[in-house]
């Protein structure tokens, strides 16, 4: 697959089929990945993948926690409010796929449904929780940042879909705890792997872009 198609085609898959991911195939994926850039070369990344009945007992303690409405508490705490402009789109994707999935903007069930499709890990195979020293700055975040676009390309062009979702490390302590991930690791961020459920309409879903004159300031061209 060329670059813009798999920069095209990447979405944030939200139903997965149960379909295992090969051992093979995500040391690929993540080989590929980590040619991504880092400051210095630094490569701060640590990376953990879960699978199998490993996930299967985190995706249960995740379950139980929201069952019994622990908050989640992220490594990386959740930004507390957002400018305007910004808050606007994320509403505005809420609202675009509440309504492809017909939840009522103020259904608290079908919002809760959503939550838990996260905590299910979207029902994916594989999950790869990318971690870093917490003693580091946001320039290794931005490093993070880099590998996991790199691991969501290197995906498509193994034929796998991917979700990159806070959600996936609201609970560090759990994931810790399941994966023996040792303290002084930060757990950043979490991208569900496996093949994309074609018959969930959630998967159909594609979520809107600025125009290219709202983002870009041309000089001097
Ligand atoms: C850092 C980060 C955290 C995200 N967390 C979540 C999440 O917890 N749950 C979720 O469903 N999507 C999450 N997403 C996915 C975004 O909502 C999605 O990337 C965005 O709406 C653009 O849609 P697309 O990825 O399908 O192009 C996250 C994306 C990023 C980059």
Redesign the pocket.
Known sequence: MNTIDALNS???C?AFKLDPVRKETVLKIIEAATRAPSWGNTQPWEIYVATGEVLERLRQAYLKNLQEEVAGHPDLPRPQSWPLALQRRTED?MAGRSQLLGIARNDSTGRKTMTQA?YKFFGAPAVIYLCMDRGLTPWSVFDLGSLSQSIMLAAKDNGLDT??????VAYPDLIRAHLEIPDDLSII?GIALGSNDPNNPGNRF??PRRSLSDVVHLKGF
């Open positions: 990447r979405y944030c939200r994707l996260n979700a990159v979702a806070v959600m996936l961020i594609r979520s």
